[in-house]
Structures are given as C-alpha cells and as structure tokens.
C-alpha cells in the first residue's frame, strides 16, 4: 500500500490501453497461481504456487522494483507552454506581480485571491460522510450480532445427533457459479448437527475473498473452527457445529510428496458429553508414501482420544485398501457402512457411539461430491455400550423422530442424477438384534 500513489503517478503518464490491458493480464495470471496453490498436483509447476511462495513473492518484488525505477516523460506541449509563461515579465504592460496578487482588474479581467484551506474539504465532507459511516457500521454489527447467538437444537431425545461429510468444492457449483446459499439451503434440509467441509479454503481471489466459515457460521447459526490456515496452502477443512466446541487442533498431516493435507481433531460438548470429532482432508491417491503416513497420523489421533469418536473424512482409497484398514485398526473406529463397497473419497467412522442411520445424498450439480450422513446415540451414563447391527431399509421400522427427512425423496438404488436425491442404497436404518 505504501507504493500506491507512486504507482498511481506512473499509470496516468503511461499509453492507458496497454498499462490496462497488461494490468488485466497480471491479475488474470496471479488468480491463476491462487487456484494452482490447492491444486498443484493437476498443474505442471505447481508445487512452487504451494511450498516455495517466497520465490514467487521475490519475483512479483522485483516486477514491482522495475516499475518504481520508470520515470514520467512530461508532456512537450505542457513544458513549452510553462516556459512561456514564466519568461512572461511583470512590465508596465500587463499586470504587476503584485497587482495580480493583490487581486486587482486588468481589461475587465478579474484575478481573485484564492486562499486555499486544505482542510476544509476534509472538515465539510469527509468527516461528516466518515462519522455516517461508522454509524451505518455500527448499526449493520448489532444487527448481525443477534444471529451470533447460538442456542444447542432441542430434540425429542438429547442423545440423538446427526453428523454429515460434504465437499463443499469452496462454494461454487459445477457450473462455476456461486452457491453459498443454496448451500446453506441444502444443510438446512438435511437437519444434521455437526457438518465436516472439505475444500473450504478462503481469501482467495477467484472466491471474493470471502470467509466460508465464517459466512456458513452466521447462516446457519452454528460454531465454526476453520482448520490450517489459509497461509499453510491446503484444500481446507472446516468443522461446523450446532453444539458448543469445547476445545480443538489443527493438523498439517504428513505430506512428502505431494499435496498437503489438513485435518481438524475437535471436542465437542453434546447435551453434556463429550465426543471427539476428526475431518480431514487426505492428498491425493497418486501419492502413496502420503496416504501411508497420513494414515497412520490420523490413526494415533483418534487411537489417543478418550471420548467416543465421529471420523469425516476424504480419504482417496477405496475400501478394504491398505490406508482404510489402518484407519479401523490402529485407530480403533467402526465403519457407518461397511457393506457399502462403492465409496472412493467420503467416509464415516465411529467409536463409543450406536449408530442408527446412513444415508447418501447426490450433489445435484451443487458440487463435484455427495453428502454422506449418519446418526448416532450418546450412551447414556451407565447404560452399557451395545451397537445396532441389524440393517432395515424401510423406515417403518424406526420411530419418527429417528427418520431422515423426506426432503429428498426415499430409498434410491444406484446413482440419482438430477437434483438432490438418496441414492447408493440408501437411507438405510441400524436396529438392536
């Protein structure tokens, strides 16, 4: 900011179509590099965009160095005609020096004094339309602040809670238009508790900057906790929350070879108890070493948590392979679905906890990746630990308030193609044997 109005000055003594259009083309090239940042291992080059910025900072420092060093040509016509009027002499001729100042006629000409105050502008306009301002501002805060209070969800039974996995592809559809609210629609539909996102990155250029969780936060009147930051250069995982989040870390997991991945391990307090919550976000298949290592982190995390545990994750492998298996063994959970053999990326898994439903929402065009959702029961306080293993497709079987909703049709086998729909199988419903 500090180089802006020499800046300025160059552009304006520079050929306007050409400084704008090479200005247009920097910005086109550096929204580019802002997308290569999460996606270098679908770009060639990319990985300098990722892990080595400060080279790319250096040469965006040197472009700017280049440009202070340019000097403006003053225009020929301008200097001739102010050499003109400086050779002009105060004679008996023309007006004095001192007569002009003075603010005395010649020919009928007025030449007034002018004395300039080079702050009344600022104290007739810009102080009044400052001081609205911060009115407005104030105003439009305390308004937003009454969506800030968030109250836990009253249900028919308290230990009951819902948990859903969505790449949210950083808010925009596969058109490439922006979705937040129909984003926001649809996790309304579904109901669910406690949401993990992937893809949730923000500040970045081609997103308008904005802040993802901190929108779907005040939208949905839940509790965010966005994940590494945006600076650690990952796809971004969010954790979002109609409980209170008691406490939570922040985990770049190992990532030798390629992207990094982020994970978010949370507590959260759910009518009094608390359960542990994991959503991450693992690299991609192409890098084993990666997945391996990533594995066998998340596998300690959930391993080393004393509290029933929820995963959500994008794992990129499919089940039965070497990285699923180490997730259930080493890290102690259960899959919601094991039978459910048709998944690459999304996964549910659990401890401590009796699950009660599965259900697969297609994206409808709203993003590149279903929604998985599950619900589960908190035991209660003495109660001993018994899972349901019994598997029902047809909600007559469960009581009411145990349904998903109807918002999106029924039981759907196969893929559903269209708007947002069941679909894999599923809901499907857990039963006591």
């Given at each position: 900011?500090?180089?802006?109005?020499?800046?300025?000055?160059?552009?304006?003594?520079?050929?306007?179509?050409?400084?704008?259009?090479?200005?247009?083309?920097?910005?086109?090239?550096?929204?580019?590099?802002?997308?290569?940042?999460?996606?270098?291992?679908?770009?060639?080059?990319?990985?300098?965009?990722?892990?080595?910025?400060?080279?790319?900072?250096?040469?965006?420092?040197?472009?700017?160095?280049?440009?202070?060093?340019?000097?403006?040509?003053?225009?020929?016509?301008?200097?001739?005609?102010?050499?003109?009027?400086?050779?002009?002499?105060?004679?008996?001729?023309?007006?004095?020096?001192?007569?002009?100042?003075?603010?005395?006629?010649?020919?009928?000409?007025?030449?007034?004094?002018?004395?300039?105050?080079?702050?009344?502008?600022?104290?007739?306009?810009?102080?009044?339309?400052?001081?609205?301002?911060?009115?407005?501002?104030?105003?439009?805060?305390?308004?937003?602040?009454?969506?800030?209070?968030?109250?836990?969800?009253?249900?028919?039974?308290?230990?009951?809670?819902?948990?859903?996995?969505?790449?949210?592809?950083?808010?925009?559809?596969?058109?490439?238009?922006?979705?937040?609210?129909?984003?926001?629609?649809?996790?309304?539909?579904?109901?669910?508790?406690?949401?993990?996102?992937?893809?949730?990155?923000?500040?970045?250029?081609?997103?308008?900057?904005?802040?993802?969780?901190?929108?779907?936060?005040?939208r949905l009147g839940m509790h965010a906790d966005f994940g590494p930051s945006t600076r650690?250069?990952?796809?971004?995982?969010?954790?979002?929350?109609?409980?209170?989040?008691?406490?939570?870390?922040?985990?770049?997991?190992?990532?030798?070879?390629?992207?990094?991945a982020p994970a978010v391990s949370a507590t959260i307090n759910i009518t009094g108890s608390?359960?542990?919550?994991?959503?991450?976000?693992?690299?991609?298949?192409?890098?084993?070493?990666?997945?391996?290592?990533?594995?066998?982190?998340?596998?300690?995390?959930?391993?080393?948590?004393?509290?029933?545990?929820?995963?959500?994750?994008?794992?990129?492998?499919?089940?039965?392979?070497?990285?699923?298996?180490?997730?259930?063994?080493?890290?102690?959970?259960?899959?919601?679905?094991?039978?459910?053999?048709?998944?690459?990326?999304?996964?549910?898994?659990?401890?401590?906890?009796?699950?009660?439903?599965y259900a697969r929402i297609s994206h409808g065009g709203l993003s590149d990746t279903e929604?998985?959702?599950?619900?589960?029961?908190?035991?209660?306080?003495?109660?001993?630990?018994?899972?349901?293993?019994?598997?029902?497709?047809?909600?007559?079987?469960?009581?009411?308030?145990?349904?998903?909703?109807?918002?999106?049709?029924?039981?759907?086998?196969?893929?559903?193609?269209?708007?947002?729909?069941?679909?894999?199988?599923?809901?499907?419903?857990?039963?006591?044997?």
């Amino acid at each position: 900011m500090s180089i802006w109005p020499a800046m300025i000055d160059r552009l304006f003594c520079r050929p306007s179509a050409r400084t704008l259009a090479l200005a247009n083309l920097t910005y086109v090239i550096l929204t580019l590099g802002s997308v290569w940042v999460v996606a270098y291992n679908f770009v060639p080059g990319g990985e300098y965009t990722r892990e080595r910025t400060d080279v790319l900072l250096g040469v965006a420092m040197a472009f700017v160095g280049l440009a202070m060093m340019t000097r403006c040509k003053p225009d020929e016509n301008e200097l001739y005609s102010k050499s003109k009027k400086e050779d002009l002499p105060c004679n008996e001729e023309k007006p004095s020096c001192s007569e002009v100042s003075k603010g005395r006629r010649f020919n009928n000409v007025a030449f007034p004094i002018v004395k300039a105050n080079k702050f009344a502008f600022y104290s007739s306009h810009v102080k009044p339309a400052m001081f609205f301002l911060v009115l407005v501002t104030a105003g439009i805060m305390a308004f937003r602040h009454q969506n800030l209070n968030k109250k836990p969800p009253v249900k028919e039974d308290p230990r009951v809670f819902s948990a859903m996995i969505w790449t949210v592809h950083f808010g925009y559809d596969n058109k490439g238009w922006p979705s937040f609210e129909r984003a926001a629609q649809m996790i309304n539909d579904t109901g669910v508790d406690v949401v993990g996102f992937l893809e949730s990155d923000c500040s970045k250029s081609y997103l308008g900057s904005h802040d993802l969780p901190g929108w779907f936060e005040e939208r949905l009147g839940m509790h965010a906790d966005f994940g590494p930051s945006t600076r650690d250069h990952t796809w971004g995982a969010t954790l979002l929350s109609k409980y209170p989040i008691v406490s939570s870390q922040h985990h770049l997991l190992p990532s030798p070879e390629g992207e990094l991945a982020p994970a978010v391990s949370a507590t959260i307090n759910i009518t009094g108890s608390l359960v542990d919550f994991v959503v991450v976000h693992m690299g991609n298949d192409r890098d084993d070493l990666d997945r391996q290592l990533q594995a066998q982190e998340l596998a300690r995390i959930m391993d080393e948590s004393p509290n029933p545990v929820v995963f959500l994750g994008y794992v990129t492998s499919a089940p039965g392979s070497r990285d699923y298996n180490v997730l259930l063994k080493k890290g102690r959970v259960k899959d919601i679905d094991s039978t459910d053999r048709h998944r690459w990326c999304e996964y549910i898994m659990y401890r401590g906890l009796t699950r009660l439903g599965y259900a697969r929402i297609s994206h409808g065009g709203l993003s590149d990746t279903e929604v998985q959702m599950a619900r589960f029961r908190l035991p209660a306080d003495g109660e001993r630990y018994k899972d349901n293993d019994k598997m029902t497709t047809s909600p007559r079987a469960v009581p009411r308030n145990l349904h998903f909703t109807d918002r999106f049709g029924s039981y759907y086998a196969g893929h559903y193609y269209g708007e947002h729909h069941y679909h894999m199988s599923t809901p499907k419903y857990f039963l006591p044997e």
